[in-house]
């Protein structure tokens, strides 16, 4: 069974998970590892790529920085796509700030407002 999951893009000023500006989704390997690397999953993946364009570009340009996360995960993974809601079957949310990813776990056909916040990680170097 795949291990679904949305990545989702936030202004800073968001105030709720529904207030995404662009919304990815993973069909599989969707449990989010280890944002080092030392364990594989969605943050060893979106972590570097993240903070490199941080680095260049910066991530304040929420349309840009989805996209160019698409294309590069897109070189090494043939399941992601562009999403318009959320799907009621992600067992994990990825909401991707200007400076911060927060990971939630999502039960089954659940609301956000349900999810369980169980990890944040620092995206400025």
């Not at 291990?3 to 500006?21: M, V």
């Not at 991530?59 to 043939?78: F, N």
């Not at 949310?93 to 039960?107: C, G, H, L, S």
Request: hydrophobic share 35%.
């Amino acid at each position: 069974m795949s291990t679904r999951c949305q990545i989702g893009f936030y202004e800073p000023e968001s105030k709720s998970l529904t207030d995404f500006e662009a919304l990815i989704y993973r069909h599989c390997d969707g449990y989010p590892g280890k944002a080092d690397g030392s364990e594989t999953g969605v943050l060893a993946d979106i972590v570097p790529v993240l903070r490199d364009f941080d680095a260049d570009r910066g991530l304040d340009d929420v349309e840009y920085s989805s996209a160019w996360l698409v294309a590069k995960l897109k070189d090494t993974k043939t399941n992601i796509g562009i999403c318009r809601a959320f799907h009621g079957d992600i067992e994990f949310f990825y909401a991707v700030y200007p400076d911060r990813i927060e990971v939630y776990e999502t039960p089954f056909d659940s609301k956000p407002e349900q999810w369980k916040l169980i990890e944040t990680v620092n995206l400025k170097q």
